[in-house]
């Protein structure tokens, strides 16, 4: 007897069928894909007190995870930028070293990091070791075990503004770009030979009364993509986010697109950019409140900024999101990450294989108890890696944690050469002696799901606790295509439902996505080939059982050839 044995918390059957050589599913019953357990990257005693906050990340060509963060380890409440390097995947990280000790990191300029090839890293940051608040950097050629002396890139006098908020990115080859806020403008600094040499810096864009916060991403063809925020008006402290390119290093740029309203006070602010290296989707996210509401939003352009597409709300809007952060994948899938709850903050993502359709959003950090998630940072090379930092209520410590998305192992569902009947019964001892079998908690009962195949069709039945109501009551099969965890069903999803019919084996309709969020799913007789059948006994809400069988074409889930072993080999 095959009998291979899953437990899952709830019934909505969900089979991920995506890019099938075998009978493999991805994911089974709406599972999310399941990050890593959280990892401590700070190397300091565990009952340290002093903050370790605002951790930035970058990835190398190589997979190599680069870290950098503010650390007050020594002082408290000021302290300077410290680093380290993961070469498993983010499972362990290299001893903590300082970039610097003399310029410590300035409240609100946090340090960015960027990674150039194999081992070339370069960090930029803010100080005011005389008062006034500076913009440096620092790089390294060998993977970040020596450093070079702070630079200052701004050239701002002492006394007559501050240089803050810096990014920093590159372009795959010798160009490093810093951007950074002087208030009223955005500047931009430029090493051609991998920060080596940094001539004066560029005024990128001015404004009226102020440019905040800006994000910087450099897309295949070295093109710079710039997002900030910029305020409204004179009298206001409202923002909104605004978004410009350059394709000549960063002398000219294009006409500003801001994504606020023209009908609608929207406060936007804290942006975030990425880009598609594959194409020419650039994502921008951002942080907004409209009245009370709070959500993080995603912007899609197509054809390289251009254009854009109406942003999108990724986070629920009762739950006070903030801090977004994006990161794009060597294969072109999307990642969003935020901080929500404010009274127990923890960290939350969204993913998107096409910046479109995105999944429903979930938890990223492990739930302990007495512990608090803030300022996410996510970057991504294969896979990604997100870093935050975990304050401890009960011992009162500050550390940095990182993670990484951990892709769910496939599952086989086994051939069987017994013949099924589709009758509305889960025979677990003959027809479904070979079948996989996945257990789920049903109104406090344990019930089971049964999934095999005989090389055409795929075989699901389904022994659930009897329902509640009458009215409408069915048993439902999703089929996600292209594995993709959309939060809204494309066409290419679909659904087979079987409703609960007495005096009959139910009766069965077909459905497929609509990506309308008030009406996800639209009636078709254009899944054809398939049946299901439904039985159930016993008195609504007391005893019983509720039985959906379905015979399932292979080419309806998306694949045209499956083989797998013998159950019995």
Known sequence: MYNQRFRLGR???ALLLAGCAALLVTGVVGADPPWGPGVRVTDDALDAPQPQDYPATAVASTGVVYAVWFDGREYYEVGPVFFSRSADGGQTWSANVPITTGLWVHDGSWPAVAALGPRDVHVVWGSSPLGYVHVYYSGSGDGGTTWSEPQKLDDVPDGQGEAIEPDVATDGADNIYVVWSEYTGLRLAHSADGGVTWPAPMLALTTTYSMRNPALAVDATGALHLAWEEGVGPDTLVTKVCYARSTDHGVTWTA??????????????????????????????????????????????????????????????????????????????????????????????????????????????????????????????????????????????????????????????????VAVTLDGQCDARTEYADALEVMFSDFGYTRTIYLQHDGADLYVCMDAFHGWFDEDRAAVVYLDTDGAREIQAEADDFALKVNFVEGTLGVQSSWFGSGDPTAPYSPTDALLGWTGVATYTGVIGQAGSDVAE????????????????????
């Not at 379905?550 to 080999?569: A, H, Q, V």
């Open 11 to 13: 019934l909505a059957i």
């Open 550 to 569: 379905y015979r399932i074409p292979l080419t309806l889930t998306g694949c045209l050839l499956y083989t797998s072993p013998s159950p019995r080999d």
């Open 256 to 417: 500003r697109h801001c994504f606020d309203s023209a009908v609608a006070l929207l406060e936007q602010s804290l942006p975030d950019i990425a880009v598609n290296l594959f194409n020419d989707n650039v994502h921008v996210v951002w942080k907004q409140l409209v009245g009370n509401d709070h959500g993080i939003y995603h912007a899609l352009s197509g054809d390289g900024g251009a254009t854009w597409h109406t942003p999108q709300l990724l986070s629920g809007m009762d739950v006070i999101p903030t801090w977004p952060a994006v990161a794009v994948n060597t294969t072109g899938s999307v990642y969003v990450v935020w901080e929500q709850n404010p009274d127990a903050p923890e960290i939350y993502y969204a993913q998107s294989a096409d910046g479109a359709l995105w999944s429903t959003p979930s938890r990223v950090n492990d739930p302990w108890r007495g512990t608090t998630h803030r300022h996410p940072a996510i970057a991504a090379g294969a896979t990604p890696h997100v870093l935050w930092s975990l304050a401890d209520a009960l011992q009162e410590t500050y550390d940095i944690y990182a993670t990484t998305l951990v892709p769910p192992d496939p599952v086989t569902i086994p051939a069987s050469e």
